[in-house]
């Protein structure tokens, strides 16, 4: 496990039509602890995005600079694993060819990799999908995919950007319920995003409130582990966090 710092961030985007530019994010510093899951949240085009395209190497920051375990960043690499809101898995490959295609850029021979992919779906309660093509599965096991094909390449970080936001209410909680044990089961450096309140305080060890491209607020989330939601939606813990970062976010 690996840390991910974030000194001093920033991003102007130059927008071509307008022919000005666009601060998206401003000055973030966020320290992400070996280990640590942290929710970032805030409003539509407050920067989330933006942040998690930085960190995963996808576009290049225009100032401050960005540490996986104490090493720039520079461009993608298979330190950081990437899981979005599309579940960009490949069509054209079964379930467990889609998990082993970290492994198999890797070097590692199929026989292993089929060894480690199964493993990892039985993980997320999906062996039974393992021949199956994305399109013969429902959006909640497409995304469950998507997050165990980035945790079968072994990344030191996990970066997801809003990765439940396109799935049903309930599947939503199962997804999440299922993130949280999954976790646990195999402690992971994570930078989570959502613009959900309750999502991002169900999940996390400490959630920050984005505001404009700069960090309005970092609260630690103190409630016990194994989380599962018929046990926090009524906790009173639970409910005055909720309620403390969503007045937050309604002041970002
Ligand atoms: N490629 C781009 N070119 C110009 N402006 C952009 C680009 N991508 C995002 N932005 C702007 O940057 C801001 C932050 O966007 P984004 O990071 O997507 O926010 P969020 O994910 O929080 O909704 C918004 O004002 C958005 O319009
Ligand atoms: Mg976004």
Not at 72 to 99: C, E, H, M, Y
Not at 174 to 180: A, D, I, M, P, S
Not at 192 to 217: P, Q, W
Request: glycine residues 8%; aromatic residues 8%; proline residues 6%.
């Amino acid at each position: 496990m690996k840390s991910l710092a974030i000194r001093n961030l920033q991003k102007t985007y130059f927008d071509p039509y307008a022919g000005t530019k666009v601060t998206a994010v401003q000055d973030v510093t966020l320290d992400v602890r070996p280990g640590e899951f942290i929710s970032v949240v805030g409003p539509s085009g407050c920067g989330k995005t933006t942040i998690l395209n930085m960190v995963a190497g996808f576009i290049p920051h225009t100032g401050g600079e960005i540490l996986v375990d104490g090493r720039q960043v520079s461009g993608p690499g298979a330190d950081r694993g990437v899981v979005f809101q599309s579940f960009a898995l490949f069509p054209w490959k079964t379930v467990i060819d889609n998990v082993g295609f970290g492994p198999k850029m890797r070097g590692v021979r199929k026989p292993e990799r089929d060894r480690i992919a199964r493993e990892f779906l039985a993980l997320a309660g999906l062996s039974h999908a393992a021949d199956r093509y994305p399109n013969e599965l429902s959006g909640g096991m497409q995304q469950r995919v998507g997050v165990v094909r980035a945790l079968a390449n072994e990344p030191d970080v996990l970066l997801m950007d809003e990765p439940f936001a396109s799935v049903d209410a309930q599947t939503r909680m199962t997804l999440q319920e299922e993130l949280t044990r999954i976790w646990q089961e195999r402690p992971h450096t994570v930078l989570f995003i959502t613009h959900d309140v309750s999502e991002a305080v169900f999940l996390a060890d400490r959630v920050v409130v984005l505001s404009k491209g700069r960090v309005l607020a970092d609260l630690g989330i103190d409630l016990p582990r194994p989380r599962v939601w018929d046990d926090l939606l009524d906790d009173s813990d639970f409910k005055r966090l909720s309620a403390e970062v969503l007045a937050l976010v309604r002041s970002a």
